[in-house]
Nanobody, 124 residues
Framework: EVQLQASGGGLVQAGGSLTLSCAAS????????IGWFRQAPGKEREGVSCIGSSDGTSYYRDSVKGRFTVSSDNAKNTVYLQMSSLKPEDTAVYYC?????????????????WGQGTQVTVSS
């Protein structure tokens, strides 16, 4: 059974850091791209970052470039999202998702499997 377990969220002050983890089971990261998405109350789910399956190519939305870093530890079958210089506007539920689509798909509709989400709250 394919499962994704997102963790690492919490409450942090503006300017602080958090690292989210996405532990995969039932499949290997070698064959899947992993995306990070977030959804704030009253807003649509948006793509934050993605790491591709083929060559580790990564994508970041403009608002997080230079602050967030996505990485993969295939030995642990886990993808990480390191978030620094956090801002109140980063507050959302963060989800990880998996797809076999080649490259770094940015749209939620491209993803087959989803984790349960982890809350990130950044206070001002």
């Amino acid at each position: 059974e394919v499962q994704l377990q997102a963790s690492g969220g919490g409450l942090v002050q503006a300017g602080g850091s958090l690292t989210l983890s996405c532990a995969a089971s039932g499949f290997t990261l070698d064959d899947y791209a992993i995306g990070w998405f977030r959804q704030a109350p009253g807003k649509e789910r948006e793509g934050v970052s993605c790491i591709g399956s083929s060559d580790g190519t990564s994508y970041y939305r403009d608002s997080v470039k230079g602050r967030f870093t996505v990485s993969s530890d295939n030995a642990k079958n886990t993808v990480y999202l390191q978030m620094s210089s956090l801002k109140p506007e980063d507050t959302a539920v963060y989800y990880c998702a998996a797809t076999t689509v080649i490259g770094v798909p940015k749209q939620p509709t491209s993803y087959y499997y989803w984790g349960q989400g982890t809350q990130v709250t950044v206070s001002s």
